[in-house]
């Protein structure tokens, strides 16, 4: 069973759905579930796995979904259950049962990694590619240059696209986007990071969905507060809402002066990874 929890977790995981992870840890006495049972549940409610049934399951369970509705950053905790209802003691939370034991579950939201679909696999591109190579995250090309999309180039990419623009968002979804955490129009042509944008949008606002009101994508386009101004003016005239328009970020990348390839790349994927760990990339950084 555990070795079925799991591989689904990775699988959840694997398709950037978040997944809270229940697992006995500790037991004392008369208990339905022995250390190392785990259950699993995913952001949809499906879930799979148990930790002993009966009402410390139903417990956890609800736990799960509370976890799945409020965090959206790994988070932890260690709960300890009496399982009788007159059961006493620090930090223990009594049930209804006749077991007499006590369990204690390990319950941990696990996020997926970042997924970045790179849309434009120019320098900028390569040199995103490399830094998020070496934090070991995963990433998706698509450029219409053949060579700019190559196995040679990103041997590492999860997929590989060289599809004209229409035809690659021809059968997209909100659903099938959640997959990738981040979206960055790098293209070589402004008149293709346009159409992306604004087939990207039309999909937000065909689902009555804002960027920054799912589980993903969040949407990042590389360029000048002038070539915003002009994105943004087309997609208006196309009938995007402004609020979707206003969860788009541009330009991308924390300002910290950054002008070569790999110098926007580090100012980019810091711009990620304090979204990814909630993180105000603005706050002084020392602990007292």
Request: with cysteine; hydrophobic share 40%; glycine share 10%.
């Amino acid at each position: 069973m555990t070795a079925k929890v799991m591989a689904w977790t990775l699988s959840c995981l694997a398709d950037g759905h978040r997944v809270v992870l229940a697992s006995v840890v500790e037991t004392a006495g008369s208990v339905p579930g022995k250390v190392g049972a785990r259950l699993a549940m995913s952001a949809d409610g499906q879930w799979v796995g148990t930790v002993g049934g009966a009402g410390l399951e139903m417990k956890v369970l609800q736990r799960c979904r509370e976890h799945l509705s409020n965090h959206h950053q790994a988070f932890g905790e260690v709960l300890t259950y009496g399982l009788n209802k007159s059961a006493k003691g620090y930090e223990v939370t009594p049930l209804d049962s006749l077991c007499g034991g006590q369990v204690s579950l390990a319950i941990e939201v696990i996020i997926p990694m970042p997924h970045v679909l790179l849309m434009g696999g120019g320098h900028c591109g390569q040199a995103i590619a490399g830094s998020l190579d070496a934090l070991g995250w995963h990433y998706s090309v698509h450029d219409t240059r053949n060579e700019y999309s190559s196995e040679e180039m990103y041997p590492n990419a999860e997929q590989r696209s060289s599809e004209s623009v229409k035809v690659f968002f021809e059968d997209q979804t909100l659903d099938s986007l959640g997959r990738f955490s981040d979206v960055l129009l790098l293209g070589h042509d402004w008149a293709e990071d346009e159409e992306r944008l604004r087939m990207l949008l039309t999909i937000f606002s065909d689902a009555n969905a804002t960027p920054d009101g799912i589980q993903g994508p969040r949407i990042g386009v590389i360029g000048s507060r002038s070539k915003w101004r002009a994105f943004e003016k087309v997609c208006r005239q196309e009938g995007i809402d402004q609020s979707i328009l206003d969860a788009v970020i541009c330009p991308i990348g924390l300002n910290i002066g950054a002008e070569s390839p790999e110098e926007i790349a580090v100012a980019v994927v810091a711009q990620i990874m304090a979204a990814f760990k909630g993180a105000d990339a603005n706050a002084p950084t020392w602990r007292v």
